[in-house]
């Protein structure tokens, strides 16, 4: 073998095992500094309570819901819009459009979350207070729409890369039998490339999950349970953002880890979902 | 990241620079020196830390300053451990923290703790218990205080925050602050809320307060520099700026500075009240 060869796959094996080692790391450390509360036998009392540091009360089952309820619904709206905006890149709109659209997207794609976050205080949550009014526009809903945004793009180019692989002889079969686009697109494509299409749900899930800043901008942060999509909410990230700023060894601290934990075992089962759908084979009709 | 990092970094600043003749003998201090201070911590302080650092920097380019805010909560623990030279705090580090961190503190000028609402809202004056009653969530809707019949949104700051401190124990009198309450992150963000919310309501430095917000008067006295200093408006606390240890070097330098006639007329500049 030659020497750079050589070099180069000692090379790639450092750069697996590391990144391997690290992701491990990074959950033990976790599970080691939240035994206390395993110990303890609070963690799960801490998924179950409100947040009262006040009444010695650290639970944070709201946090938990507000990440659900703000990546759900963020991903509830972008889901259809990205369906759509692929079905138009890839099948229905004219070339040069489709192209312009796709890089658009790309460009997207790097765009920091805080400029989102920036530009909703600005321009969404003043119309959302002023359209429901109730509460400050600071709520569920606009944080929601932002991760809509956010995701969007990721869940777009996964679909548009899913439909381009659609053997080319499906699609001329379509044409030869006389199917129109849509036919095209509903009963060839869709069910040829729902594999990619789930797995761009998936990892848009985890995006809108870790994401930080849209709702810590956004979402008010509010501590309460919150009961409608209007109402100020506090996601997991946005909770140990907000609580690691104040203290390194008081009780509430110590539980940012039980926060922690929750959302790598989110990602984790989101992650291996994937996995176990890309492993199956290709489904044949 | 996750916080709000105003971060200053200004690097060589002027090619012809002026320096006025009278500031030129507090300034001149820094003749000669380079390295860097690092600053975090309360965000009340940052106006006043933004000023003094473009001066130094204007004179002497060889000196770099970072500003950081987070909260004078992060102000004590990262100078406590290091990571900055001097950790700003609007409220004085409790004992523990002093023994803890060997924290010298120096407070330079004293502020107050103003509730603030949209300049739009008809409600400019509040009696101690309503107020108290809206931050625990009893007050819940603008027309109960003489305004539109509006939901009320209270916000408030985290944890880490002197102001939010202050305010809870001299204003709430340690009392209840809803969990309803949206959360943001600095003065600054507090003052961009409310200028943005016709109904919220919330509290910032009185140095933070402008046009964009509008005072309210507590038990008839309005929150203004001048009752701070008369003594009228009793919600006030000192700025600090602490140092691990005695301070040495350029940070002795940037805490003299603050001392100074010029440091203590920026100080009174962006709205506090200087010590000397």
């Not at chain 2, 770099?64 to 609007?90: F, H, P, R, T, Y």
Request: hydrophobic share 45%; with cysteine.
């Amino acid at each position: 073998m030659k020497l750079v060869e050589h070099f180069a796959e000692k090379f790639f094996w450092f750069a697996a095992v590391l990144s391997l080692a690290v992701t491990i790391l990074i959950f033990g450390f976790m599970v080691i500094l939240g035994l206390p509360l395993f110990k303890g036998g609070q963690f799960f009392d801490l998924l179950s309570k409100p947040w009262l540091p006040d009444h010695d009360t650290l639970g944070i089952y709201p946090m938990i819901v507000g990440t659900l309820s703000i990546s759900l619904l963020g991903l509830g709206f972008a889901f259809p819009l990205s369906l759509g905006c692929s079905a138009f890149i890839s099948v229905l709109g004219p070339k040069g459009l489709s192209k312009i659209l796709k890089k658009t997207v790309q460009l997207m794609t790097g765009i920091p979350t805080v400029i989102y976050g920036f530009v909703g205080i600005f321009l969404l949550v003043p119309i959302i207070r002023e359209v429901f009014e109730r509460g400050s526009g600071m709520c569920i809903l606009s944080a929601s729409f932002l991760l809509c945004i956010l995701v969007c793009p990721t869940m777009i180019l996964f679909f548009t890369d899913s439909f381009d692989q659609v053997p080319k002889s499906f699609l001329d079969a379509v044409d030869a039998l006389g199917g129109n686009k849509a036919q095209k697109i509903l009963y060839v494509i869709l069910p040829y490339s729902w594999r990619g299409i789930l797995t761009g749900l998936i990892l848009a899930l985890g995006r809108a999950m870790g994401d930080t800043m849209i709702a810590l901008m956004v979402a008010g942060n509010a501590v309460a349970l919150p009961d409608s999509v209007l109402d100020s909410a506090r996601t997991l990230t946005a909770h140990i953002a907000l609580v690691i700023a104040a203290d390194f060894e008081s009780l509430e601290f110590k539980t940012l880890f039980a926060c922690g934990i929750i959302l790598y075992l989110f990602t984790t089962v989101i992650a291996l979902s994937v996995r176990s759908i890309e492993s199956k084979p290709w489904r044949k009709k | 990241m996750t916080k709000t990092y105003i971060r200053v970094l200004f690097i060589c600043c002027a090619v012809c620079f002026f320096v006025s003749p009278c500031f030129s003998s507090t300034l001149d201090t820094f003749e000669g020196q380079s390295g860097t201070i690092k600053i975090s911590g309360g965000t009340a302080h940052i106006p006043v830390m933004k000023e003094a650092a473009k001066r130094i920097i204007t004179f002497n380019s060889d000196i770099q300053i970072s500003i950081a805010g987070g909260g004078s909560g992060v102000g004590i623990k990262q100078v406590g451990e290091g990571l900055v030279d001097i950790g700003n705090s609007g409220r004085a580090p409790t004992d523990e923290e002093i023994n803890k961190y060997q924290l010298k503190m120096f407070k330079w000028a004293i502020d107050g703790v103003g509730v603030v609402v949209n300049p739009k809202n008809n409600v400019k004056s509040l009696i101690k218990t309503q107020l108290v009653d809206i931050f625990s969530g009893k007050i819940t809707n603008w027309k109960d205080l003489g305004g539109l019949d509006k939901t009320i949104n209270v916000y408030t700051r985290d944890k880490a925050s002197g102001t939010r401190a202050v305010f809870w124990k001299k204003a709430l009198d340690k009392g209840e602050i809803t969990d309803k309450a949206n959360f943001v992150v600095s003065n600054g963000a507090m003052k961009s809320a409310i200028s943005n919310d016709p109904y919220g309501i919330g509290y910032v430095s009185v140095g933070h307060i402008d046009e964009s917000v509008a005072p309210v008067a507590l038990d008839g006295v309005v929150p203004t520099l001048e009752n701070v200093k008369q003594g009228k408006y009793k919600i006030a606390r000192g700025l600090y700026s602490n140092t691990k240890g005695e301070p040495s070097g350029l940070t002795k330098k940037f805490i003299e500075y603050l001392f100074s006639n010029e440091g203590q007329q920026i100080a009174a500049d962006k709205g506090f009240i200087p010590v000397k």
